[in-house]
């Protein structure tokens, strides 16, 4: 099931844990996705828009953390969905490398 990639705000500790079960269900989703196969068109199309959002929840979660005391329970969940997002930033490069790897390796075994 795709997931969510919601528009938000982070102005207290609820809506940070929010936000962080959006994040998890990211990383749900990529950790879902098989890796020695070609990926369906479907699948390229979510995690493009994945990597499309992740410039914004970046954005959003700096300003966030701007709200709360260093070292707050908030604060550190905050650091923790950035590092969340840049291991799925990277994730997900790794994982159009590898389709593309894989694409080819079809071409030449097709002929094409």
Known sequence: MEP???DFEVR???EAKQ???KI???ENYIDGIEHDVILPTATEDVLNKITSWIPYAKAELNGARDRFARGSETWDL???MKD???SIEFDIGKM???NDELKERSG???GC
Do not use: G, H, K
Request: cysteine-free.
């Open 24 to 26: 998890d269900a990211i």
């Open 12 to 14: 207290t500790q609820e």
């Open 96 to 98: 159009f490398e590898r």
């Open 84 to 86: 969340a997002l840049r």
């Open 108 to 110: 030449q075994v097709n």
């Open 19 to 21: 936000v962080e079960s």
């Open 78 to 80: 905050i650091d923790e």
């Open 4 to 6: 969510e990639l919601p």
